[in-house]
């Protein structure tokens, strides 16, 4: 597959953008809904937002963009996938229908190892084209960054094989991605029965080679009974530490590992999965800054029942974001929207959390909240027009993909509307 880097000849985004209905439940508490809103774009950034009434006299003569009444909210943030790997897991899907556990999968040669494999035998080229599909229909529905992990090579040859991919896909669609490295994600075949060894190549090796190359934003763990300990989750917290990379962690999915606490300590930018958080673990992560990002798609995929602890980290005010995990095994989910609703039904949040959860704290999580997931000056101006006339309708719909229109790094990248530039 040949694609063009398109982004360039996107229209430019500048100028004022009017005839918007911002809703509250999507920008944020305190803010008030407004009916014929404005937001002005220079230079690909938010200048001002506010009523068109109220607009400076200083913008005035720039050029206009209609919005028709269209529902504004950032653009939406994708902050936890899997995106780029070989192959798929279908097979697996048929084996915990006929009553197989996520752990007899792993045991059993299938599971994270399974798309090593395959990972392995591709070419970047390879692994480039089949990402494309997958990252096109995230951004067909409003999303404007996305973090995108490796951890399916699990060698430095091949780890850094995917993390360029990540690269590369951000470069050609004009979206932010940030990359994840996830190297301590499962043990590799060649390192059976030695995973202290392994844990050293990740810290000694793997990790400082990629990051000296650019291509680490962050550093995971997979902390599980059929992941790491803690003791080696702190090895490459403390590598990651050393190197001035933030941390993040796969926590709590299958048990109580204490892994929350432990990111906590190393002030993790957040804590994914969490179906078995505890009280203590919560606290940490409110003391710490660090988000709970609820991963529904893989809770419905593995026919989960163990809920997290969503009325405890609502009592304790610690922010929640929702993210598709996309990945080949557990949560083969290519549509936020999705997510939002799985958030709202299967997890009990309210519509405002939801959309917070796809917006600001999805931003967070990444580390990205001054400059993504709410609209405000100094912004990147990254906004999602929707032809809807209620919010919660986001999250309502199964299976709808509404026409949107997306203004994406300060260029209109997806015109699902028909917007058209008016004179000024």
């Known amino acids: 597959m040949s694609v063009s880097l398109i982004p360039d000849s996107w229209p430019s985004a500048d100028g004022i953008w009017h005839d918007l209905h911002l809703a509250p439940e999507a920008l944020g508490a305190g803010l008030p809904a407004m009916s014929d809103a404005a937001i002005v774009v220079e230079q690909g950034a938010i200048a ?9 006299d200083d913008y005035r003569q720039l050029p206009k963009h209609a919005g028709q009444g269209a ?43 399974s798309s090593v494999k395959s990972t392995r035998l591709a070419n970047e080229d390879a692994l480039f084209d089949a990402a494309v599909p997958r990252l096109q229909a995230l951004l067909a529905e409003g999303v404007c ?8 090579g699990l060698s430095l040859e091949h780890e850094r094989k995917q993390l360029r991919v990540a690269r590369r896909l951000g470069q050609a669609f004009g979206v932010t991605v940030c990359t994840t490295f996830l190297g301590a994600h499962a043990l590799p075949p060649e390192y059976a029965g030695r995973s202290d060894d392994y844990i050293r190549l990740v810290c000694e090796e793997m990790l400082p ?24 989750t702190e090895q490459v917290f403390q590598a990651a530490q050393a190197l001035g990379l933030p941390v993040k962690l796969h926590a ?25 958080l505890s009280a203590e673990g919560i606290a940490a992560m409110l003391q710490a800054g660090t988000v709970a990002v609820l991963l529904p798609g893989a809770y419905f995929t593995l026919r989960d029942t ?30 936020l929207l999705l997510m939002l609703n799985m958030a709202c039904t299967l997890f009990r949040l309210t519509v405002p959390e ?71």
């Open 48 to 56: 001002w937002v506010g009523a068109y009434a109220e607009l400076p």
């Open 71 to 113: 529902m504004v909210t950032p653009g939406l943030i994708d902050c936890h996938t899997h995106l780029v790997y070989g192959g798929q897991r279908a097979n697996e899907f048929a084996m915990r229908l006929a009553g197989a556990s996520y752990e007899e999968v792993a045991r059993a040669g299938g599971g994270i190892v």
């Open 145 to 152: 960054a996305i973090e995108i992990k490796s951890g399916y």
């Open 209 to 232: 080679a990629l990051a000296a190359e650019g291509l680490v934003d962050a550093v995971d763990v997979f902390c599980e009974t059929i992941g790491f300990t803690l003791a080696q």
């Open 252 to 276: 709590e999915q299958l048990s109580d590992m204490g892994g929350s606490a432990l990111a906590a300590r190393y002030g993790a930018l957040s804590c994914d999965h969490i179906e078995h």
């Open 306 to 335: 163990h809920m997290p602890p969503i009325a405890a980290l609502r009592a304790a005010g610690v922010p929640m974001a929702v993210s598709t995990d996309h990945n080949p095994g557990t949560s083969p989910a290519l549509s």
């Open 354 to 424: 939801a959309l917070a959860g796809v917006t600001r704290h999805a931003a967070q999580a990444l580390g990205l909240q001054a400059t993504h997931g709410q609209i405000a000056a100094g912004c990147t101006a990254n906004f999602v027009l929707w032809p809807l006339g209620d919010v919660a309708e986001l999250a309502y719909w199964l299976g709808q993909r509404p026409a949107c229109s997306v203004v994406r790094q300060g260029r209109l990248a997806v015109d699902g509307m028909g917007l058209h530039r008016s004179a000024a």
